[in-house]
């Protein structure tokens, strides 16, 4: 029998992962200046949304509606104070910041008809250094001065690093007013006297909007994030917005609020909103957690507690976890369907599951990162050790189906080397030439030897017929805009044939499985994060539910 060819079902197989992280520096990762002026943007484009929803639900009401947008352009600013509500969302170790949207008219004729554009600025001062972020004239930029105001280096946004600006239309044609606000199931206090509640949604998330009886927006709730205005008239107390130097002129990005016509925003009576939960408790049976890492560590280690280079601080959203506990396998010279690294895995999961018969695992809370999810898979497929219905495996990234980025990796080293200068600052995640077992045995299924085909295929029955399972698989190469952003140059050069998360094919990590959603409420995860962000590494994004592993993990069980 040969290797099959990819077919037309999205969950049948293909690419996966190469180098996971062994040389990150041993710190606690912070989220770094692109997920900052991601979150600025974030900002604006609430305030964008919520500017035009309350006027366009306004205005079927009250056909005196001008005095919304007419505070708001008469002030000088907007001060934006806000807030998250979960951990994973702090700014450089702060839940808190502050933003100045200064409103102002678009001078270009395909915002004609808009109501309002905005500028922004936030500082941000730290121990060491100030970091600025700007948003001008249709433009996004990032600085950094020491704290004598002596600038150290500055630089621009794309517009793929940001909001996408665009979901701004269906958040105003899909906002309505509403008379009570619902929290956990119980009505809970907006602190919205004499004003009017409106609710709206930006990018898969809700918020509800607090509009004053003098037509001013005083504070937004979400679920993971709320925030206050102030309305600035004396214009001494704004910062001056100023683009810092760069050796290029940054990319265009369009942050005028959209024109919607007022007919999209029905008369609907007004009703009840429910926010979801910031956090989750557990609901179930509290087990320990063991969690497995991917390629590209080069020698064991003890099992340890917490592994934040690789992890983050996952174990501190963990409300299922009676104990977690983090493995440190060597995966550099043992490919995924060596007997050892097996062994190995089984040894682990024998050690921390409780209630185990023989070598069955009885109660556990498996979580598995890229390559881990092929020896989990490859050592139940060889009956090196089985799994109970107790064991519940949160299996993120997996590439069941392998790699195309690791036959890049085998092509390049064959021509010479990698050679691209673009590529040399990311060698760690992709793996060097020559290249080492684990990456070779990473190859796309269909491009491999019959053997190795076929224990692909294995592995893959193996976690489908696993009862107790939840997915998480990454679809976008850019991901929480950090440093591991360039994975998008490594799709780019893998050349998949679906989307991905840099390094693994959305076909690959669904394999076998259906009923994905993009929400941290399902079961099955499809995100728009990268490889690097569904280790929970990262964090969670600002803007979209789309983008919060460590949520969906907190709330999968």
């Not at 001056?240 to 959209?258: E, G, M, N």
């Not at 805009?481 to 893998?494: N, R």
């Amino acid at each position: 029998m040969q290797p099959t060819t990819p077919t037309n079902d999205p969950f049948v197989a293909i690419p996966a992962t190469p180098r996971e992280l062994n040389a990150v520096q041993h710190h606690k990762p912070l989220i770094t200046r692109f997920r900052v002026v991601a979150a600025v943007l974030a900002i604006c484009g609430v305030a964008c949304v919520t500017v035009g929803a309350i006027l366009f639900a306004q205005h079927q009401a009250k056909p005196d509606t001008k005095s919304i947008v007419t505070n708001i352009q008469q002030a000088s600013a907007l001060k934006v104070t806000f807030t998250a509500l979960r951990s994973t969302m702090q700014l450089n170790g702060k839940s808190q910041a502050t933003v100045y949207i200064v409103p102002r008219v678009s001078d270009l004729e395909e915002d004609a008809g808009s109501a309002l554009t905005f500028d922004a600025i936030m500082t941000q001062p730290g121990n060491d250094v100030t970091e600025t972020y700007v948003l001008l004239n249709n433009r996004a930029y990032w600085s950094m001065s020491a704290l004598d105001g002596t600038p150290i280096r500055s630089g621009c946004m794309a517009p793929s690093q940001v909001p996408p600006i665009k979901l701004l239309q269906s958040s105003l044609e899909g906002s309505h007013a509403v008379s009570v606000v619902d929290e956990h199931g119980a009505p809970t206090t907006v602190g919205c006297d004499q004003g009017q509640l409106l609710e709206l949604k930006f990018a898969g998330e809700t918020f509800v909007v607090c509009k004053s009886s003098a037509n001013r927006i005083t504070h937004v709730l979400g679920d993971d994030l709320t925030f206050t205005v102030e309305y600035i008239y004396d214009p001494n107390r704004v910062p001056d917005i100023v683009a810092p130097s760069t050796d290029r002129q940054c990319p265009f990005i369009r942050a005028a609020l959209p024109k919607a016509p007022p007919s999209k925003v029905s008369g609907r009576a007004p009703r009840t909103l429910s926010l979801g939960r910031s956090s989750c408790s557990c609901n179930g049976l509290r087990r320990p957690c063991l969690f497995v890492h991917g390629v590209g560590t080069s020698s064991n280690g003890p099992t340890v507690d917490s592994l934040a280079e690789y992890w983050g601080s996952i174990q501190d959203n963990a409300p299922c976890c009676s104990s977690t506990k983090f493995v440190q396998m060597e995966t550099v010279k043992r490919g995924w369907a060596d007997a050892e690294i097996q062994d190995d895995f089984c040894r682990f999961a024998l050690q921390y599951g409780t209630n185990n018969n023989g070598t069955t695992v009885g109660d556990l809370i498996l979580v598995t990162h890229s390559m881990g999810n092929l020896v989990a898979g490859g050592a139940l497929a060889t009956r090196r050790c089985s799994f109970s219905e107790g064991v519940s495996w949160i299996s993120l990234s997996a590439p069941m189906q392998g790699s195309k980025t690791a036959n890049l990796l085998e092509q390049k080293c064959s021509s010479g080397g990698w050679g691209d200068a673009v590529i040399k600052g990311i060698l760690n995640l992709v793996g060097k030439c020559p290249a080492e077992r684990a990456f070779l045995q990473l190859k796309h299924q269909t491009t491999v030897d019959l053997t190795l085909h076929d224990q692909y295929a294995a592995a893959q029955r193996a976690r489908i017929n696993h009862p107790a399972k939840k997915l998480l698989c990454g679809v976008s190469s850019v991901g929480l805009i950090t440093k591991g952003s360039a994975l998008k140059f490594v799709s780019s050069l893998s050349n998949h044939d679906t989307e991905n998360d840099g390094v693994v094919d959305f076909w690959s990590c669904g394999v076998g499985v259906s009923g994905f959603g993009d929400s941290t409420r399902n079961t099955h995860y499809k995100a728009s994060l990268n490889h690097l962000d569904t280790s929970f590494r990262n964090g969670d994004g600002w803007w979209g539910d789309s983008r919060k592993p460590v949520k969906w993990f907190e709330c999968a069980l």
